[in-house]
């Protein structure tokens, strides 16, 4: 009789299973984003009436590509994740790269923002002026959130070599 041991899991399984709901997640965003690129926005600058908002929606294409160039870094940053590579130079460039994305949203909406404001005052709906603060503050947090991890992963890479060379 033969004992048998048990399988182990293997490691790049478990790695591949939990990104996959965070590629899910960030396909997701990016499929609403260009939903309402190629539908809302267009529909809504046609239309009569939209009046002042018309150079609102146009100028929501503008943000839309550092955000789409942010998503697809994402992609690249958990590919990296996936292949064990997560402590390299790559990830640190991708973080880099969606930290300088979600700065250049920020610019963007915030360099809009009178605009935003007074349309919103003179139609008197604030609700736009709210949407325009909520999307200046999360793109804020994501280029925060990247820059600490982007330092974070510095550091740890500089550890690692550190200890790669003592014997």
Same mark, same amino acid.
């Given at each position: ?7 182990k899991?293997?490691?790049?399984l478990?790695?591949n ?25 267009? *529909?809504?600058? =046609?239309?009569d ?7 609102? #929606?146009?100028?929501?294409? &503008? $943000?839309a !590509?550092?955000f ?8 690249k ?5 996936d ?10 460039? *991708?973080l880099? =790269?969606?930290?300088?994305?979600g700065?250049?949203?920020?610019? #963007?909406?915030?360099?809009? &923002? $009178?605009? !935003? ?13 709210a ?11 994501v280029?925060?959130?990247?820059? =600490? ?9 500089a550890?690692?070599t ?6």
């Amino acid at each position: 009789m033969t004992k048998r041991t048990p399988r182990k899991p293997k490691p790049a399984l478990v790695a591949n299973g939990s990104t996959y709901i965070l590629r899910l997640a960030v396909l997701t965003f990016a499929a609403i984003v260009l939903g309402l690129c190629i539908f809302a926005l267009p *529909a809504g600058m =046609v239309s009569d009436e939209t009046g002042m908002y018309r150079w609102i #929606l146009a100028g929501m294409y &503008l $943000p839309a !590509i550092p955000f789409f160039f942010a998503i697809y870094q994402t992609m690249k940053l958990l590919g990296y994740i996936d292949k064990n590579t997560a402590f390299s130079d790559a990830s640190v460039a *991708a973080l880099r =790269v969606i930290k300088n994305c979600g700065l250049i949203i920020t610019g #963007l909406f915030t360099a809009g &923002l $009178p605009y !935003i404001f007074y349309v919103a005052n003179k139609d008197d709906a604030p609700g736009v002026l709210a949407l325009a603060l909520v999307i200046i503050i999360a793109s804020a947090a994501v280029s925060v959130f990247a820059a =600490v991890l982007q330092r974070l992963l510095q550091n740890a890479i500089a550890i690692k070599t550190e200890n790669d060379l003592t014997v």
